[in-house]
T-cell receptor, first 111, second 114 residues
Framework: GENVEQHPSTLSVQEGDSAVIKCTYS??????FPWYKQELGKRPQLIID?????GEKKDQRIAVTLNKTAKHFSLHITETQPEDSAVYFC??????????FGPGTRLSVLP | ETGVTQSPTHLIKTRGQQVTLRCSSQ?????VSWYQQALGQGPQFIFQ???????GRGNFPPRFSGLQFPNYSSELNVNALELDDSALYLC?????????????FGPGTRLLVL
């Protein structure tokens, strides 16, 4: 079955700097890759997603890139702000509607 | 527009008991997915329901079962509770036309098994 790895597990950046979180997946049949933000004690919130027929997608300060050949995808956050501090999860979905999440990255944006 | 709601918010059970968790999908959403999130870990996919039928299942034993009702709300049932079932249980609903992919999560039910 699908396996998703995520790095780094923790990430600290200065306010205004960029943050990059990387995920790899094992199943080449996976075709949908969402990213979620989860603040402490709150529900996961979908922030951006990408499908396997697209290489890059951007939404304001957030972008996701997908490399199908290498089976990895990355989340890029530019001009980070303190409110970006949270745990970020990547996920991959295969054709069987099975969603597999990564272990998460705790991002801290220092003022 | 009402978001995804879940009940109860917290629950304490003892090993061997059975539990039912409930989820009301966001208005207009017709697909519901359930996840188990252990402390400090990512959500683990349990199953997904579409048109009242199971539409996909993760690596969970048969004692985890579910239902979806005509109004798209859903239940998660867990029989013969084990200590390791202690976790946050999240449901997520998806609007039509997204193949159950675009998911909006509820606040979760925190289950403690003693």
């Amino acid at each position: 079955g699908e396996n998703v790895e995520q790095h780094p597990s923790t990430l600290s950046v200065q306010e205004g700097d960029s943050a990059v979180i990387k995920c790899t997946y094992s199943d080449s049949a996976s075709n949908y890759f969402p990213w979620y933000k989860q603040e402490l004690g709150k529900r996961p919130q979908l922030i951006i997603d990408i499908r396997s027929n697209v290489g890059e997608k951007k939404d304001q300060r957030i972008a996701v890139t997908l490399n199908k050949t290498a089976k990895h995808f990355s989340l890029h956050i530019t001009e980070t702000q303190p409110e970006d501090s949270a745990v970020y999860f990547c996920a991959a979905k295969d054709y069987g509607q099975n969603f597999v999440f990564g272990p998460g990255t705790r991002l801290s944006v220092l003022p | 527009e009402t978001g995804v709601t879940q009940s109860p918010t917290h629950l304490i059970k003892t090993r061997g008991q059975q539990v039912t968790l409930r989820c009301s999908s966001q208005s207009g959403h017709n697909t519901v997915s359930w996840y188990q999130q252990a402390l400090g870990q990512g959500p683990q996919f349990i199953f997904q329901y579409y048109r009242e039928e199971e539409n996909g299942r993760g690596n969970f034993p048969p004692r985890f079962s579910g239902l979806q009702f005509p109004n798209y709300s859903s239940e998660l049932n867990v029989n013969a509770l084990e200590l390791d079932d202690s976790a946050l249980y999240l449901c997520a609903s998806s609007p039509p036309g997204t193949s159950g992919e675009t998911q909006y999560f509820g606040p979760g039910t925190r289950l403690l098994v003693l």
